[in-house]
């Protein structure tokens, strides 16, 4: 059986010079009946690297391709057509693969979104590749972050459609349960419910064998108010289990206090709604099929899927008329500045006359946006240092500003005190 390989692609990691005769091996252990198979090296993300692997079917016996000769002219076949997937591998060991295969089966199964279908995977390192792995049917499009800025007008408002539709598609994905999709979904039926967890805490990749209390365990319905303060007691507990002390306990009580001013304000009513959780440019296939119409083909890169808040689901696809195309929530606050751009501003009025009143509420209201970027810290802890506690305290500081009724704790109190004395002395 030939190997055959194509150009282009990442470099990260192992050489794909070389690495490239571990994934022969390991696509001819997949596809033993192939006649030919070729690889292609395609750009990974930052968290799997990624290849294409085609496969050619076996040529059929002398009877068969004898009927394929008479019955061509009637019914013509393309033998050279292969078959199209992508491997997947993990740049992390602690990858939690069989979770993100479930997410996969749940999107596939429970919407009309165009997700891959996963048709072979592996969670140890007892293969070829020494690492786990997952082989995906590979969705037909090209990049969007590609080709976005050569986007005419008609165009730009085409494909903006197609994300608003995919983004009300996963926010109409409702539960009232808040959390992780879980493993045992892999059983999933049409039927059958999906299973959720706790948000992983400390978060998946984190390897701490430290703490006593389970990561996750399964979830159950609860509200929104509920689930916000629980987060901050289960960071607090972790935090003064691994610092001996509650280093940022003021960062918590500040951030209950704020989620309890949301629920007045009516921002946490409603169930919780499926996110992906990266849903940019990076991670959506696209077909230009003429100069009026940009056709999402494919939604990739599934990982962070989850459970979230209502208030989390309905972020404005700002990405699409910000200078930098980024999902960061640096960026986010800048969601209601004019855009500098021709493009920008028509996708951003585009949005505006579209979107639903509720949608443009969660979208540029600004407790919206400070309960969006609150509830990042909420997942991910305080684990980045002191520019992350600064980012914090930054949050409290513009939630202070809009609402000084609150009186939050914007900054350290022992740090504050210790300043006044000093200042005194």
Same mark, same amino acid.
């Given at each position: 059986?030939?190997?055959?390989?194509?150009?282009?692609?990442?470099?990260?990691?192992?050489?794909?010079?070389?690495?490239?005769?571990?994934?022969?091996?390991?696509a001819?252990?997949?596809?033993?009946k192939?006649?030919?198979?070729?690889?292609?090296?395609?750009?990974?993300?930052?968290?799997?690297?990624?290849?294409g692997v085609?496969?050619?079917d076996?040529?059929?016996?002398?009877?068969?391709?004898?009927?394929?000769?008479?019955?061509?002219?009637?019914?013509?076949?393309?033998?050279?057509?292969?078959?199209?997937?992508i491997?997947?591998?993990?740049?992390?060991?602690?990858?939690?693969l069989?979770?993100?295969?479930?997410?996969?089966?749940?999107?596939?199964?429970?919407?009309?979104?165009?997700v891959?279908k996963?048709?072979?995977?592996?969670t140890?390192?007892?293969?070829?590749?020494?690492?786990?792995?997952?082989?995906?049917?590979?969705?037909p499009?090209r990049?969007l972050?590609?080709?976005?800025?050569?986007?005419?007008?008609?165009?730009?408002?085409?494909?903006?459609?197609?994300?608003?539709?995919?983004?009300?598609? %996963?926010? #109409?994905?409702? =539960?009232?349960?808040a +959390?992780?999709?879980?493993?045992? *979904? $892999? @059983?999933?039926?049409p039927?059958?419910?999906?299973?959720?967890?706790?948000?992983?805490?400390?978060?998946?990749?984190?390897?701490?064998?430290?703490?006593?209390?389970?990561?996750?365990w399964?979830?159950?319905?609860?509200?929104?108010?509920?689930?916000?303060?629980?987060?901050?007691?289960?960071?607090?507990?972790?935090?003064?289990?691994?610092?001996?002390e509650?280093?940022?306990?003021?960062?918590w009580?500040?951030?209950?206090?704020?989620?309890?001013?949301?629920?007045?304000?009516?921002f %946490?009513? #409603?169930?919780? =709604?499926?996110?992906? +959780?990266?849903?940019?440019?990076? *991670? $959506? @296939?696209?077909?230009?099929k003429?100069?009026n119409?940009?056709?999402?083909?494919?939604?990739?890169?599934?990982d962070?899927?989850?459970f979230?808040?209502?208030?989390?689901?309905?972020?404005?696809?700002?990405?699409?008329?910000?200078?930098?195309?980024?999902l960061?929530?640096?960026?986010?606050?800048?969601?209601?500045?004019?855009?500098?751009?021709e493009?920008?501003?028509?996708?951003?009025?585009?949005f505006?006359a579209?979107?639903?009143?509720?949608?443009?509420?969660?979208a540029?209201?600004?407790e919206a946006?400070?309960?969006?970027?609150?509830?990042?810290?909420?997942?991910?802890?305080?684990?980045?240092?002191?520019?992350?506690?600064?980012?914090?305290?930054?949050?409290l500081?513009a939630?202070?500003?809009?609402?000084?009724?609150d009186?939050?704790?914007?900054?350290?109190?022992?740090?504050?005190?210790?300043y006044e004395?000093?200042?005194?002395?």
């Amino acid at each position: 059986m030939p190997i055959h390989h194509c150009g282009g692609g990442d470099e990260d990691y192992e050489p794909f010079e070389t690495y490239q005769h571990k994934v022969t091996q390991l696509a001819g252990q997949a596809f033993p009946k192939a006649q030919k198979i070729t690889l292609e090296r395609v750009r990974g993300g930052s968290e799997n690297r990624t290849i294409g692997v085609n496969v050619f079917d076996s040529r059929p016996n002398i009877f068969v391709r004898i009927w394929q000769r008479i019955l061509t002219p009637c019914y013509p076949t393309n033998q050279n057509t292969a078959k199209q997937y992508i491997l997947r591998i993990p740049r992390w060991k602690n990858e939690f693969l069989e979770q993100q295969v479930a997410i996969l089966r749940v999107v596939g199964s429970k919407t009309s979104l165009p997700v891959p279908k996963v048709v072979q995977y592996d969670t140890t390192s007892d293969n070829g590749l020494k690492s786990q792995y997952m082989i995906q049917n590979r969705i037909p499009g090209r990049p969007l972050k590609s080709i976005i800025n050569e986007l005419n007008p008609k165009q730009l408002e085409s494909f903006l459609k197609n994300i608003m539709e995919i983004t009300e598609t %996963l926010a #109409g994905f409702h =539960s009232d349960t808040a +959390g992780e999709i879980t493993e045992e *979904n $892999l @059983l999933l039926t049409p039927q059958s419910n999906v299973q959720l967890g706790k948000y992983f805490l400390p978060p998946r990749g984190w390897t701490d064998h430290t703490f006593p209390k389970p990561r996750t365990w399964p979830a159950f319905p609860q509200d929104t108010l509920t689930l916000l303060i629980e987060q901050c007691e289960r960071w607090r507990e972790y935090e003064i289990h691994q610092n001996e002390e509650d280093l940022f306990g003021y960062i918590w009580d500040s951030f209950s206090t704020i989620s309890t001013s949301l629920q007045k304000l009516g921002f %946490l009513d #409603g169930p919780f =709604s499926l996110v992906h +959780g990266d849903l940019a440019d990076h *991670n $959506l @296939l696209v077909d230009v099929k003429d100069e009026n119409t940009v056709n999402v083909t494919g939604v990739i890169e599934w990982d962070y899927a989850k459970f979230v808040p209502k208030f989390v689901a309905y972020r404005a696809p700002y990405w699409t008329w910000l200078d930098d195309n980024s999902l960061s929530w640096h960026h986010e606050r800048h969601v209601n500045h004019e855009p500098r751009t021709e493009n920008g501003r028509r996708a951003k009025a585009y949005f505006e006359a579209n979107a639903s009143d509720e949608w443009k509420k969660f979208a540029f209201a600004p407790e919206a946006i400070i309960a969006r970027q609150m509830f990042d810290f909420m997942i991910r802890g305080m684990s980045g240092g002191s520019w992350e506690t600064d980012l914090a305290e930054d949050l409290l500081r513009a939630w202070d500003e809009l609402h000084p009724e609150d009186k939050i704790k914007t900054s350290d109190p022992f740090l504050d005190s210790d300043y006044e004395s000093d200042s005194d002395a």
